[in-house]
């Protein structure tokens, strides 16, 4: 009977290379579930009633213009400065090997992949009023008044894109330098030209597509900032991000929240066409695998040196922040200079946080690792079914299509499905589905490259061994796949994990969430609390990196996608 | 397809399976095969790239399945039958070891999913160690095994759950020369030790002709010529064959007439007329008169013979230590031969004479091979 069965399973497969007669239904109800909120906001945004005059007045308007300027103003700045920033390490990371460069370079990808609450808590925390850092200053300038002011306005605004967007641009730049073929630079060099001039003449043209990319990248992801200029920006400077939200949150003018978004949608195809086209450039760069000088104080005492320096330096700029919440969370009243203490981490439970956030922290923890492990659970299941049925075939259209996400904003994305299924649904499913559309464009495709890198051998290897193609399933495809699965889990849990915006607007305040009741203490000034809290969710985003540093990521620019939008 | 499975074998195949090219417009590729096995033969099928070789193992494996025919593997019909069930070991190009697994794992991966105790898995994988020389290794993830070792993995895991017959897809592809001699060499012993019937494809003449007890020629998707590794040399059928298993000299002609008193008149494309006392297998089956190519194998020429064929210039000479390759222009023909050490006269430019035995020349038909 097992035989017939297996025969006639045989059979209708046709033969084992397993042309899956899966159905593409999953593939159809995401591209329905992704595409409808954005067809609801450019039918909103124009195709109403007096839309285009509106527009065109909206252009017009100071506050269009004020804010596009600020916006330009301040996604260009952050740029430049992200990228002078990284450009020493970089130029250490693609010149020199040295110990621990491997698991610095894995570090790297951590502040990316932080919640944006939590940096903007890190700033306030050392680059505060009361900040470490102000505290560090009176010590060394006791007397002179020396203070750090500019926190809470366009170049605090800057610090924070820098602290956020620097070391993925030392990761990308470095990695791009070391596949610098050195021959070029020997022949630059045996044609007469010195370090200088072929360095201008070699290295920078073929590091220029990377650079361009990275400054677009960050360009865009700055323009596009929420939760950063929201909570530092005040009532002055606001992106087109924080304008949608308040047309929508204080104004309740959901046409003109519509057409911000609208607008905002036009003038991103521009800077995409330009990354996806730098972006293709920078992989055109041929790989060229190298041993690199060991830097070392015996051999190079001067780069050892500046290399050291800076380390100090970005340690300062970068872990310091992070530390601070940390040992503040220990302090008393969250202040620098209070007794240790874990009454802060007590106060968690109390009914002034209570009161403060809307809900008991058990509450906000359950609600943001349910919330996230259920959009990792339907990312991972649908990315891989779906990478699964496509094995057979290249990265094609159909795959393009599920790429959408990374063109739209988020938030104009969860204003969008506000404005389908508004108060109508469960916020939880409408959050449920942003967060998906937030997650899936990277599980993805991290799940479609592992698996077709896995291809069909390893499987008919199992089956003329004897093995069921479920057996080879579990015995061979999944245990092999488990370090991809893993990490499209974690970076789709940190992605729903570090999400404010969605929450904020599809939560209708009743789902409170880490990144909201973080939020929400900053806003009624209860650090110390607030500190705690942050120190929780940095322990819980340090786990989920560990589980993404499990598997080597090729897809570190997906990555980047994903963590830059969802700021 | 007209003909049915062969009567002998221990493995009869018979099927025919088309596949559309990667390109729209070329034709569809066609596979077509008719071929039996014997029990522990060591069978090869040798070919040039993208000749169906391939295809026609994975066919035999139940990794593809034939659009017609049947293949019966010791009398019972495995054509349906998905690949789990067929008893058939496979090992791939580039091994396709488990890469989650260790050595032993691996080793014992077929075993534990016919659910075999325990013991017995250990028993059966310390003697497979044992065999292969793979004791030190076992506990070894297999991305730390060297080439050669990978190789033995492979085959002590496709051996383990004792299959009817063993198929090789090339296993000798990704290694070095000297490596590759060396494990040619140990399969064949292993394979003589063991008793295991092997179907091994390569596309390697040297490989194909040293290790096959018979071997098939493949071309197109067909079966070009069956037969022991020196009846194909020897008496290849085609021309394809001829140039394929070695090097050969197809020097154009037209037969005019049936031997007479032993002797074949041709005549050559400089119009040069000849008459050669040829083997009577040479030209058993022949239509005369008729176009042909004269095949002579560079070892059977002979420079500065007794009987003089051609008369030609030395063009160029490659030195390979054992013996020299000599390419002679003549009579609008460039001939190979291979000579050995001790021969006098071998310089670049100077005219020779040149010979060849006649009883090795073959007479080969030329319109049907499409060259």
Redesign the interface.
């Known amino acids: 009977m097992r035989r017939t069965t297996q025969i006639t399973l045989y059979r209708l497969w046709g033969n084992f290379r397993l042309k899956v007669k899966g159905t593409l239904a999953p593939y159809y109800a995401l591209l329905i579930l992704f595409y409808l909120p954005v067809m609801m906001i450019i039918a909103k945004a124009f195709l109403r009633r007096g839309a285009l005059a509106e527009f065109l007045h909206f252009l017009k308007s100071p506050v269009f213009i004020n804010t596009l300027i600020f916006s330009c103003q301040e996604a260009f700045f952050s740029a430049v400065c992200s990228l002078l920033v990284a450009l020493p390490g970089a130029y250490f990371f693609g010149k020199y090997d040295f110990p621990g460069k491997k698991y610095l370079r894995s570090f790297l990808i951590l502040p990316f992949m932080l919640p944006g609450i939590l940096v903007v808590l890190s700033m306030v925390v050392f680059y505060g009023q009361n900040g470490v850092l102000n505290r560090m200053l009176a010590l060394v300038f006791p007397g002179r008044g020396v203070r750090f002011t500019s926190l809470y306005g366009f170049w605090g605004i800057i610090l924070a894109h820098v602290f956020y967007n620097f070391s993925f641009c030392l990761r990308l730049l470095g990695e791009s330098w070391e596949r610098i073929d050195p021959r070029l630079q020997e022949a630059s060099a045996t044609l007469g030209a010195g370090r200088v001039r072929t360095f201008f003449r070699v290295t920078l043209p073929l590091l220029a597509p990377t650079i361009a990319y990275l400054l677009i990248l960050v360009f865009l992801y700055s323009f596009l900032s929420f939760t950063v200029v929201l909570v530092l920006g005040g009532y002055l400077y606001k992106t087109f991000e924080v304008l949608i939200y308040i047309e929508y949150n204080s104004r309740l003018n959901f046409d003109r929240a519509a057409l911000i978004a609208g607008g905002q949608m036009l003038l991103l195809g521009g800077f995409l066409y330009l990354q996806t086209f730098f972006g293709r450039k920078m992989q055109k760069q041929a790989v060229f695998g190298r041993t690199l000088p060991s830097l070392t104080w015996k051999k190079n005492p001067l780069v050892t040196a500046l290399a050291l320096s800076y380390s100090l330096l970005m340690a300062l700029f970068f872990t310091a922040p992070l530390l601070s919440v940390l040992v503040r969370s220990f302090r008393e009243r969250g202040l620098p200079g209070g007794g240790f203490t874990l009454r802060n981490y007590q106060q968690l439970f109390s009914d002034g946080f209570r009161f403060v956030v809307g809900e008991r922290f058990s509450v906000v923890l359950a609600n943001s690792l349910a919330l996230s492990g259920t959009v990792a659970t339907l990312a991972v299941g649908i990315g891989y079914y779906l990478a699964r049925l496509g094995r057979d075939r290249a990265w094609g259209k159909k795959d393009l299509w599920l790429q959408l996400p990374l063109g739209v904003s988020f938030l104009t994305f969860a204003f969008g499905l506000f404005l389908l299924a508004g108060r109508k649904a469960s916020p939880w499913f409408l959050l449920v589905w942003a967060q998906l559309f937030l997650a899936f464009p990277l599980v993805y495709s991290i799940l479609r490259t592992a698996r077709r890198e896995l291809g069909e051998e390893l499987l008919e290897a199992a089956a003329v061994l004897g093995a069921s193609p479920h057996q080879a399933l579990w015995t061979v495809e999944l245990p092999i796949m488990r370090r991809p699965l893993q990490t499209a889990f974690a970076y789709a849990m940190a992605s729903s994990m570090g999400d404010l915006s969605a929450v904020l607007v599809l939560g209708q305040g009743e789902i409170v969430t880490l990144p909201v009741a973080i939020y929400r203490l900053i806003g009624h000034y209860r650090f110390a609390q607030a500190t705690a809290l942050g120190a929780i969710f940095l322990l819980l985003s340090f786990l989920v990196f560990l589980l993404i540093e499990g598997y080597s990521l090729r897809q570190a620019e997906g990555a980047i996608n994903v963590a830059g939008r969802r700021r | 397809m007209s003909q049915d499975v062969p009567d002998k074998g221990m493995l009869r195949i018979e099927c025919k399976k088309s596949y559309p090219r990667a390109s729209g417009s070329a034709p569809e590729f066609t596979l077509q095969a008719r071929f039996g096995v014997q029990r522990e033969e060591f069978f090869s099928l040798v070919g040039p790239s993208g000749c169906g070789k391939t295809t026609l193992l994975r066919l035999i494996?139940?990794?593809?399945?034939p659009d017609q025919g049947r293949i019966i593997l010791n009398n019972v019909e495995i054509t349906?039958?998905?690949?789990?069930?067929?008893k058939?070991?496979?090992v791939?190009q580039?091994y396709?070891?488990?890469?989650?697994l260790t050595v032993e794992e691996n080793i014992a991966?077929?075993l534990k999913?016919?659910k075999l105790p325990s013991t017995e898995i250990r028993l059966k994988v310390a003697e497979l160690l044992e065999i292969f020389a793979l004791q030190g290794l076992a506990t070894r993830e297999v991305d730390q095994l060297s080439g050669g070792e990978r190789q033995r993995v492979a085959l002590a895991?496709?051996l383990?759950?004792q299959p009817l017959i063993l198929l090789l897809d090339e296993p000798f592809a990704a290694l070095d020369y000297e490596l590759r001699h060396r494990l040619r060499r140990e399969l064949k012993e292993l394979q003589k030790n063991l008793g295991f019937t092997a179907i091994f494809v390569t596309h390697q003449q040297e490989e194909a002709l040293s290790l096959s007890d018979r071997l098939a020629v493949m071309r197109n998707g067909r079966i070009i010529q069956i037969g022991t590794a020196q009846e194909v040399y020897d008496h290849p059928q085609t021309s394809f064959v001829a140039e394929f298993l070695g090097e050969a000299n197809l020097i154009p002609c037209l037969a005019q007439s049936t031997p007479d008193n032993g002797c074949l008149r041709l005549e050559l494309p400089n119009r040069r007329r000849l008459c050669l006392n040829l083997n009577e297998d040479a030209v058993r089956g022949k239509s005369l008169p008729g176009r042909y190519y004269l095949l002579i194998r560079p070892e059977d020429l002979v420079i500065n013979p007794q009987t003089t064929v051609f008369e030609g210039t030395i063009d160029r000479l490659e030195y390979y230590g054992h013996y020299t390759r000599v390419e002679i222009k003549t009579a609008g023909l460039l001939l190979h031969a291979m000579v050995g050490k001790g021969v006098p006269g071998l310089i670049q430019g100077r005219t020779v004479r040149v010979g060849f035995h006649l009883d090795r020349a073959r007479l080969l038909p030329r319109e049907a091979d499409h060259r």
Do not use: M, S, T, V
């Open positions: 494996a139940g990794l593809e399945r349906d039958l998905p690949p789990a069930r067929r058939i070991g496979f791939f580039d396709a070891l488990f890469p989650h991966y077929g999913i016919l895991r496709a383990a759950p």
